[in-house]
């Protein structure tokens, strides 16, 4: 069983930062690939970002890339979203994902078993 719970979203101004965590609380020994989507009224579910677990590799959304970072600390079971310079396209609900260590990053939401609440991120003008 893997829970995961987000934290640090908020209501910020046009070229504000925020940073995101999800903390991982699992029994099964092992690591998960993670990834953060994000989904606003009326509006599909996006994938923003996602990592693996052994080598870090990363990969982002095009609408975030040279924005947003993302991270992970294995020692602590947390993944972070750091995210710059936001815009009011970015607000969304903020949702971190985990998924086998075979899919590697994936863009497909589906490909992901275990999902938090998610956290809202609201951006204004």
């Known amino acids: 069983q893997v829970q995961l719970v987000e934290s640090g979203g908020g209501s910020v101004q046009a070229g504000a930062s925020l940073t995101l965590a999800c903390a991982i609380s699992?029994?099964?020994?092992?690591?998960?690939?993670m990834a953060w989507f994000r989904q606003a009224p009326g509006k599909e579910r996006e994938f923003v970002a996602g990592?693996?677990?052994?080598?870090?590799?990363?990969d982002y959304g095009d609408s975030v890339k040279g924005r947003f970072t993302i991270s992970r600390d294995n020692t602590q079971n947390t993944l972070y979203l750091q995210m710059n310079s936001l815009k009011p396209e970015d607000t969304a609900n903020y949702y971190c994902?985990?998924?086998?260590?075979?899919?590697?990053?994936?863009?497909?939401?589906?490909?992901?078993?275990?999902w938090g609440q998610g956290t809202q991120v609201t951006v204004s003008s």
């Open positions: 994902a985990a998924g086998p260590l075979r899919i590697g990053v994936r863009t497909e939401s589906y490909k992901y078993d275990y």
């Open positions: 699992k029994r099964t020994f092992g690591g998960y690939s």
């Open positions: 990592i693996t677990y052994n080598d870090g590799f990363t």
